[in-house]
């Protein structure tokens, strides 16, 4: 069982920063990889960023160079700095954290979203 309480959204204006956080409790140690996803209005969700035990890191290809995603094992925390955020970047922002199943089948939990909206 993993619980992901997010925070971290708001208005900004475009090229500016937010930084959103993610903290995870629980079987924490089960979990496989924690990543951003987002879903615009009218859109699909879509993955934004991933970060691995490993802390192997992924991102959406239109991302790569202004967000970053780290992990703070301290504080049981994963972060989605993001900057220069353009207008395309307003979305609900979701953390999930993906288990490896018995079945070796993966198993996804979520956060509740936090909402981010680029003014321009």
């Known amino acids: 069982q993993v619980q992901l309480g997010e925070s971290g959204g708001g208005l900004v204006q475009a090229g500016g920063s937010l930084r959103l956080s993610c903290a995870a409790s629980?079987?924490?140690?089960?979990?496989?990889?924690i990543g951003w996803y987002r879903q615009a209005p009218g859109k699909q969700r879509e993955s934004v960023a991933v970060?691995?035990?490993?802390?192997?890191?992924n991102y959406i290809d239109s991302v790569k160079g202004r967000f970053t995603i780290s992990r703070d094992n301290a504080k049981n925390t994963v972060y989605l700095q993001m900057n220069s955020l353009k207008p395309e970047d307003t979305a609900v922002y979701y953390c999930t954290a993906a288990q490896l199943l018995r079945d070796a089948t993966l198993y996804h939990y979520w956060g509740q979203g936090t909402p981010v909206t680029v003014s321009s």
């Open positions: 970060i691995t035990s490993v802390r192997t890191t």
């Open positions: 629980g079987n924490i140690c089960s979990i496989n990889a």
